[in-house]
């Protein structure tokens, strides 16, 4: 049973619009949140992440929510550009090595 | 610097060969990991090591063995390919277990007949 659900597979926005991810966990001892970022015939990439004692952490375009009480979390990127096409992986851990992703969401940029 | 090395990029095993796949990262870092991603599931840890000489199973380790090698080297091996084990699989690495973060290599895609 996945702990860590991303129910979008995929999403379309025009270059310098927002974006809007969204990530849901069941696990409730999950305190970390992780974003990566995936573009094809490459491993992922660390986007961002967030601890358990915030709600945003913000790095430039990218700015990560979180809502403990609804166990559900957002990436926002703004404005979207063309190498932001890529899939976005949500992760999370209770604070050990053990990340839980989600499925992915495949972004399109587009021009 | 290179980062985190895989190889083959690519393989095709027919069921009941073996294979060994081969990881390796420059960056000093204790902690190495091996995942697949299959579609749909995202990706799921099969074996983790936090040091030399140290292995762990993750989610999914049925049908696979781990060895580290040294602190560089972490290598997964399939002793009689299944076709469920068609898969891309990632190698990863980071400092220490816990909330560091982990570098992922450019992965292996495998294709069990």
């Known amino acids: 049973d996945q702990q860590v659900k991303q129910n979008s597979p995929s999403l379309s926005v025009q270059e310098g619009r927002i974006s809007i991810l969204n990530c849901d966990y069941t696990?409730?001892?999950?305190?970390?949140f992780l974003w990566y970022k995936k573009y094809p015939a490459e491993g992922p990439t660390f986007l961002i992440s967030i601890s358990s004692i915030k709600d945003k952490n913000e790095d430039g375009r990218f700015t990560v929510f979180l809502n403990k009480s609804a166990k559900h979390l957002s990436l926002h990127i703004v404005p979207s550009q063309p190498g932001d096409s890529a899939v976005y992986f949500c992760a999370a851990t209770p604070n050990d090595y053990k990340l839980s992703f989600g499925a992915g969401t495949t972004v399109t940029v587009r021009a | 610097n290179a980062g985190v090395t895989q190889t083959p990029k690519f393989q095709v095993l027919k069921t009941g060969q073996s294979m060994t796949l081969q990881c390796a990262q420059d960056?000093?870092?204790?902690?190495m990991y091996w995942y697949r991603q299959d579609p749909g599931m995202g990706l799921r840890l099969i074996y983790y090591?936090?040091?030399?000489?140290?292995?762990d199973k993750g989610e999914v380790p049925n049908g696979y063995n781990v060895s580290r090698l040294n602190k560089r080297e972490f290598s997964l091996r399939l002793e009689s390919a299944a076709p469920s084990q068609t898969s891309v699989y990632f190698c990863?690495?980071?400092?220490?277990?816990?909330?560091?973060?982990?570098?992922f290599g450019p992965g292996t895609r495998l294709l069990v007949l």
């Open positions: 090591s936090a040091s030399e000489g140290t292995t």
């Open positions: 696990n409730s001892m999950f305190d970390y």
């Open positions: 960056m000093n870092h204790n902690s």
């Open positions: 990863a690495s980071s400092e220490a277990k816990g909330r560091e973060t982990q570098y």
